[in-house]
């Protein structure tokens, strides 16, 4: 896409401080990092969301997500990471690429955990929500 800054960061057009590449992703800083070694993994092909990404390309890649952790393990020292996907638009999210943040975690870092990101509680039960699930898609 001609105006997707990171389809332009993947045809390396715009800068970046790319950590790793290959044939499908591109994975580089996160300018606006939260952590040191925040880094965004991102598909070379324009993949809007997680939802767009076809099946036989979620190995290519959700793989190398796990080589960058290695990769900010062994640099940083670090044996905690949060590694999440934004998907929709209601969260903010500003850019329409998938990307894959890995963010590094460090005592006392100030971070939550995942569960702590949302505080939405069902009131309905378990079952109720499970039932609601299989009716839709049973």
Do not use: W
């Amino acid at each position: 896409m001609t105006d997707c800054i990171f389809c332009k960061i993947a045809g390396k057009e715009i800068p970046a401080e790319i950590v790793y590449e290959n044939d499908n992703v591109l994975a580089f800083l996160d300018i606006e990092p939260s952590a040191p070694g925040h880094t965004v993994v991102v598909p070379k092909k324009h993949r809007r969301d997680f939802m767009d990404l076809p099946p036989d390309e979620m190995n290519g890649v959700f793989g190398p997500v796990q080589t960058v952790v290695h990769m900010l393990e062994k640099a940083l020292q670090s044996e905690h990471f949060t590694i999440g996907v934004n998907s929709g638009k209601i969260l903010g999210r500003h850019v329409d690429h998938l990307h894959i943040h890995v963010i590094p975690r460090f005592p006392d870092d100030g971070g939550v955990f995942l569960q702590e990101v949302v505080k939405n509680t069902p009131p309905e039960s378990l079952k109720t929500i499970k039932e609601k699930i299989l009716k839709a898609n049973g």
